[in-house]
């Protein structure tokens, strides 16, 4: 079977119309074959990195300004300079806070997405800088007045993110 066959048969049998490296190996062509087809724009490849910040607000609900730039969080070490050339904010973090509470949910167009639970991302807007105090007090607002808060899940991971002080003043204040 040709390379193109093979490709093609691979998307259309994807629910979601995602191939992977291991996909391309398994049916015995060479993993450079994507790097050609994400190069000739017939692919669009996707980083390792999770959406977060800003961005993470907007698909979980909790924002109503589209964000301009996707924010994605990687591990630090990860070097993405492809990423930067597609208008991406990227965020690093270490390896031990980069995997905690990844969901997967589904984007605006339906197909499947990895991001940060809402408590997570609520610690990380109020981290670092970057972040619009608006959609900060605004998400805020809207996670003190939810029936779906865990408070606890918040204050634990502020702790570990180092956000404790910050995470407890704004819920003093709205609580």
């Known amino acids: 079977m040709g390379t193109e066959i093979t490709i093609k048969t691979l998307l259309e049998n994807s629910p979601d119309g995602i191939i992977t490296a291991r996909q391309i190996t398994e049916s015995g062509m060479h993993r450079s074959i994507l790097q050609k ?8 490849r996707y980083g390792r990195g999770i959406y977060s910040h800003d961005t993470a607000l907007y698909l979980l609900g909790y924002s109503d300004r589209t964000p301009a730039k996707y924010t ?9 300079p492809s990423l930067k050339q597609e ?13 905690l509470e990844i969901i ?15 408590e997570r991302t ?9 972040s619009d105090i ?20 918040l204050m ?15 819920m003093e204040v709205l609580l």
């Open 156 to 170: 634990k991971y502020a702790g570990q993110l180092r956000v404790k002080p910050k995470i407890l003043h704004y």
């Open 104 to 118: 997967e949910i589904k984007s605006p167009c339906g197909n499947p997405i990895k991001t940060y639970n809402l």
């Open 134 to 153: 608006q959609i900060v007090n605004g998400a805020m607002k809207r996670y003190a007045a939810s029936k779906e808060k865990d408070i606890h899940k």
């Open 37 to 44: 087809l994400v190069k000739d724009g017939e692919l669009y």
């Open 72 to 80: 994605m969080t990687f591990p630090k070490g990860y070097n993405a």
């Open 87 to 99: 208008n991406i904010i990227v965020k690093r973090v270490v390896p031990d806070n980069y995997t």
């Open 122 to 130: 609520l610690c990380d807007i109020v981290r670092g800088s970057g």
